[in-house]
């Protein structure tokens, strides 16, 4: 593909051969080579000839190949002509990212930090397979999945105030809970609350570095050394099954309404069509799902240090910073053509990025911008990031992680759990895994670098770093 340099961080390809937008990449010239070295932007290609897609088939710098849509890919159609595709959503329903902050320093939590990872790993269950603290009826997963946080918040997990700081208020109306297939529900029962495997992750970190002292302030980051605690979770079997009974209704779908498919990967319906909306609809359940499934593994955080250091969460100043979501497909108002307009977007592995003043922001941000977190890999960093008015250009869209750049497969094959628990050991880390080869699936040399991941979107104006987050302690699924 052959792509132009049009501006700071931003390349384009233009449309050809069936394309009806260009294709638009986020990245600084150190990373192109990586997203030439598989599908990615042919991936993006195909994307930008589905009907009705707007402006341009984009990728963020973390992009890599995914399942028809690249993981970090971005596109918004048009309600009127445009479609919806599971293919950009993803397996991992809202896959997303929940950050806490603390009142505690570095110097607080070090002499107890295998204490704390111990029981961190102890009270979140992790891995494949794991079943959950939490035993719902068939009725209390109906009630969950359509009432989001609000549902372990009103049974005494969290607090209302929760609610506040997740995207959407973590709950995506119209849910409808008798289109779900028995597998699904079988699936989501007994995994609810649980972090799961591969690059999911609870994690307590520090803060190495504050940008932008304001904006930190504002989300309640206020010094170098102060203790954060992530949690990098999605929704489970009950999202990957979702996502895996619409994918044969949309490829009859497709057929059905004379959609030629450059990718079947990409099956499709238009956005008004009963097969895009009974998708939605399930979508809806899964991404209530996630929400709900950080919000118990974050309470049982909140109760762990409460355990280790003798008195309540709430004095150890353990609030929710923001919880995000990946693996989307929403309706928005954008500006198209110098118009606002509502348009369906899909975010798959690409994260929301509004900037001040947008009405979807939590009021206590909402004169600065959205929190934007962005986890790395174990051994490098995550970001707090805040969305910027340059995002407009992505449909109010960041990059949402470091992105792979080798598959489980060849990390496996190039790295060793047990030596990287004990490099990580060494640097004053403690580390919990269900086995070493989750170690070394994840490793950080199987992802690309966050730091430049994240001067890209910076210098293409659609978000910015706020702090940098470096791993204390790590567990991992």
């Known amino acids: 593909m052959d792509l132009k340099l049009i501006r700071n961080g931003v390349y384009e390809a233009p449309a050809v051969d069936g394309m009806r937008v260009p294709v638009r990449v986020y990245s600084t010239p150190q990373m192109l080579n990586k997203l030439h070295s598989d599908r990615t932007l042919w991936q993006a290609s195909n994307v930008a000839k589905l009907p009705g897609i707007l402006e341009a088939a984009q990728v963020m710098p973390d992009g890599h ?3 028809g849509f690249p993981i970090g890919g971005v596109a918004a159609f048009s309600m009127e002509d445009g479609v919806i595709s599971p293919g950009g959503v993803g397996y991992d ?23 704390i990872v111990n029981g961190l790993f102890q009270n979140i269950p ?12 068939e009725q209390e997963l109906e009630e969950a999945v359509t009432a989001g946080v609000q549902y372990p918040i009103e049974q005494g997990f969290g607090v209302p105030a929760d ?8 709950v995506f109306e119209g849910a409808d809970f008798s289109l779900l297939s028995d597998k699904a529900r079988k699936r989501g029962k007994p995994q609810f609350g649980t972090l799961g495997s591969g690059n999911h992750f609870a994690e307590v970190q520090k803060i190495d570095r504050i940008y932008d002292a ?3 302030k504002a989300f309640g980051l206020t010094h170098e050394g102060q203790i954060t605690m992530m949690i990098h979770s999605g929704s489970r079997g009950f999202g990957h099954q979702v996502c895996d009974d619409n994918l044969r209704v949309m490829l009859q779908a497709a ?19 009963p097969e895009a909306q009974n998708y939605l609809k399930q979508m809806r359940a899964a991404i209530n799902y996630a929400f ?11 109760e762990t240090f409460a355990s280790v250091f003798k008195q309540s969460w709430e004095s150890l100043g353990m609030e929710l910073v923001y919880d995000v979501c990946h693996n989307i497909a929403k309706f928005e108002e954008h500006e198209v053509n110098g118009k606002m307009q509502e348009v369906c977007i899909h975010r798959k592995g690409a994260t929301r990025a509004f900037w001040k003043g947008r009405k979807e922001i939590p009021t206590a941000y909402r004169n600065v911008g959205q929190p934007v977190i962005i986890p790395g890999s174990m051994n490098t960093a995550s970001y707090v990031l805040v969305g910027l008015p340059g995002a407009k250009e992505s449909f109010g869209s960041s990059c949402h992680g470091a992105g792979r750049v080798m598959s489980r497969k060849q990390a496996l094959r190039s790295f060793r759990g047990e030596q990287l628990q004990k490099e990580m050991e060494e640097k004053g880390q403690a580390v919990r895994a269900t086995s070493w080869r989750s170690l070394a699936e994840e490793a950080g040399g199987a992802y690309k670098d966050v730091d430049e991941v994240v001067k890209a979107v910076h210098m293409a104006g659609i978000s910015k770093p706020v702090a940098r987050l470096v791993p204390l302690g790590v567990v991992k699924g």
């Open 255 to 273: 057929k059905k309404y004379g959609i030629s498919l450059p990718d079947p990967e990409l099956c499709c319906a238009p956005v008004s069509s």
């Open 214 to 216: 304001e904006t930190a």
């Open 65 to 67: 190949e995914g399942y």
């Open 126 to 137: 992790c891995g494949v397979g794991t079943k959950g603290r939490v035993r719902l009826t």
């Open 93 to 115: 329903i809202n896959c997303g990212v929940r950050l806490l902050r603390t009142s505690l320093s570095e110097e607080d939590v070090k002499p107890r930090l295998k204490e």
């Open 292 to 302: 709900c499934n950080r919000h118990y593994m974050a309470h049982w955080a909140r």
């Open 163 to 170: 609610a506040e700081h997740c995207e959407e208020n973590g």
